[in-house]
């Protein structure tokens, strides 16, 4: 070993850092383009589709869905993943009238140039082209247009919908089927195999995160698409410390491969504790508001990917996070009920708010009430006479009935407020109090 155990298992961690967003964008790639079989039926909840064309979810989100972390369940998912070798994409943009729709443009390592919603351009929505070249975006009003070096970007298109009406469901996939994109290239690309994502997309998502040999697979094949968010300082160092060849070719010396298993756990743990500490705590809810603009700091695009991978920029939407109760410990559905009181016009959203639960791990909660959320559109929320709203969380029914219950697994958990076109940014959310038993 050239390099002594210490300083491998250090530029190991410092690279699973780097490394975890970009991997984790290859790895939504993999599950929405399915590089094995690409024509592959999808189910309703899922928004894949092949390379170059837009998949639509025709249902919300439900706890089966692992495609991401956090799915929201007030809008459709609409996603395409562009393959810029093949020259620029035209996308045609539906008009919607008063229905919330956005469309985010996303790059290899999780950063968003652009979104475009009602809020950026009221009225008649803008032409976009992506394109490869020089990094920028020129927003002309009715043209928007954004380059990049990368090879692969992703369209997310979000349509609001009212959960509890098939009419409102039917219209909402109308707004979806005038999201077009399309090329100068093949239409066919997009369905044609490739081996060597087929390999990858086959290795388990833990593999490729602590295995030291899944993990420089799956680096190496993001170095060889990634192109301008692979330009990092130090980066070769690190590729070169680690033996990054060697370890994918499954050649490398055993002490090199036990030191990079640690320093791959080191550097997972390390973006696991920055998720606790995103952006601005008050309350126990943290607030990140340099959510899509994170410069250098490497750590928190990892733990932001880790998190709410591809989350708007917080013009668009923020998200207060909340895991711990107002003494700061670990919600947990096992061992307390849970009461979060929203004081009347609160949350201030211009759009829509919603209160997600989500298994600690970001995983919708199954429940016998079909309830993942409540918000400004849930039917049958009883307000205070002071206009205020109380939310039970618990994972049993709350003795004061149902109506404004969301439903908690008997375990860790985290909730997630979302609030679209935020109006007030100093808002902070009140802290979630422990019920007496």
């Not at 045609?92 to 999780?110: A, C, E």
């Amino acid at each position: 070993m050239s390099v002594a155990p210490d300083d491998v298992r250090r530029s190991a961690a410092r690279l699973q850092v780097w490394a975890y967003p970009l991997v984790l964008a290859q790895r939504l790639r993999f599950n929405f383009t399915l590089p094995g079989d690409p024509l592959a039926p999808r189910p309703a909840v899922s928004a894949g589709a092949p390379i170059g064309r837009f998949g639509h979810a025709r249902a919300l989100a439900d706890p089966d869905l692992r495609v991401g972390v956090a799915p929201n369940v007030d809008t459709l998912y609409s996603v395409a993943w562009l393959d810029l070798a093949r020259g620029p994409h035209a996308v045609q943009l539906p008009t919607v009238g008063d229905r919330y729709f956005s469309l985010q443009v996303g790059k290899s390592d999780t950063t968003s140039p652009v979104v475009i919603s009602g809020r950026t351009h009221p009225g008649q929505p803008p032409h976009v082209v992506v394109e490869p070249g020089e990094p920028e975006v020129v927003d002309h009003g009715d043209l928007v247009r954004v380059a990049t070096r990368d090879r692969w970007l992703t369209l997310v298109g979000r349509t609001a919908v009212d959960p509890d009406s098939d009419e409102d469901l039917r219209a909402a996939h109308a707004v979806q089927d005038r999201l077009v994109v399309s090329s100068q290239g093949s239409p066919h690309a997009g369905t044609v195999v490739d081996d060597v994502d087929v390999r990858l997309a086959a290795v388990a998502r833990e593999r490729e995160v602590f295995e030291p040999g899944a993990f420089a697979s799956a680096v190496l094949r993001v170095l060889d698409t990634g192109g301008e968010s692979i330009e990092s300082r130090g980066l070769e160092r690190l590729l070169a410390d680690v033996g990054i060849d060697e370890l994918a070719r499954n050649r490398a010396a055993p002490a090199v491969v036990s030191a990079v298993a640690d320093g791959l756990r080191d550097g997972h743990r390390a973006i696991e504790q920055r998720v606790r500490t995103l952006g601005r705590t008050a309350a126990g809810w943290a607030t990140n508001e340099t959510v899509a603009s994170f410069g250098d700091d490497h750590l928190l695009r990892a733990a932001v990917a880790h998190a709410q991978i591809y989350v708007n920029p917080p013009e668009e939407a923020s998200y207060p996070v909340c895991e711990v109760d107002a003494e700061g410990r670990q919600l947990d559905g096992s061992v307390a009920r849970y009461r979060v009181r929203l004081p009347a016009g609160s949350p201030p959203a211009a759009a829509f708010w919603s209160l997600t639960m989500y298994h600690a791990a970001g995983n919708l909660v199954a429940n016998d009430l079909g309830r993942y959320a409540v918000g400004d559109r849930t039917p049958g929320l009883v307000r205070s006479d002071d206009g205020s709203l109380e939310v039970d969380i618990s994972a049993g029914p709350p003795p004061r009935g149902v109506s404004n219950w969301l439903p908690a697994p008997e375990g860790p958990f985290r909730l997630m407020l979302r609030l679209y076109w935020p109006l007030e940014a100093s808002w902070r959310p009140p802290a979630v109090m422990r019920v007496p038993a």
